[in-house]
Nanobody
Framework: VQLQASGGGLVQAGGSLRLSCEVS????????MGWFRQAPGKEREFVAA????????NYADSVKGRFIISRDNAKNTVFLQMNSLKSEDTAVYYC??????????????????WGQGTQVTVSS
């Protein structure tokens, strides 16, 4: 399984970006998916997660109401729409796949596959 994240870039505070994560897999099974981020000098933190069907989502308090996670299972792609961006959102964003759970975990230890990360920089 390979995950390819894209869509990062430089944006001004208050702006928006949409991240994408394409999942290449050998089986038609869907995975629960998550987005995490890591800022310089900080530990990786949970951002958002979505269940296999897309019917359940989970967000970190810091992004709730600003970010939206969604998925298109026909295209094996997960999205993270980021609105009202703040300087503190600056980080490398990683998508991850959880092959066992059907839920929306915030625990990065439960995720089995990780993308390479995409840089998001928000200028104030």
């Amino acid at each position: 399984v390979q995950l390819q994240a894209s869509g990062g870039g430089l944006v001004q505070a208050g702006g928006s970006l949409r991240l994408s994560c394409e999942v290449s897999r050998r089986t038609p099974r869907n995975y629960a998916m998550g987005w995490f981020r890591q800022a310089p000098g900080k530990e990786r933190e949970f951002v958002a997660a979505i269940s296999r069907s897309g019917g359940s989502t989970n967000y970190a308090d810091s992004v709730k109401g600003r970010f939206i996670i969604s998925r298109d299972n026909a295209k094996n792609t997960v999205f993270l729409q980021m609105n009202s961006l703040k300087s503190e959102d600056t980080a490398v964003y990683y998508c991850a796949a959880d092959r066992l759970s059907s839920g929306t975990s915030y625990d990065d230890r439960l995720y089995d596959y990780w993308g390479q990360g995409t840089q998001v920089t928000v200028s104030s």
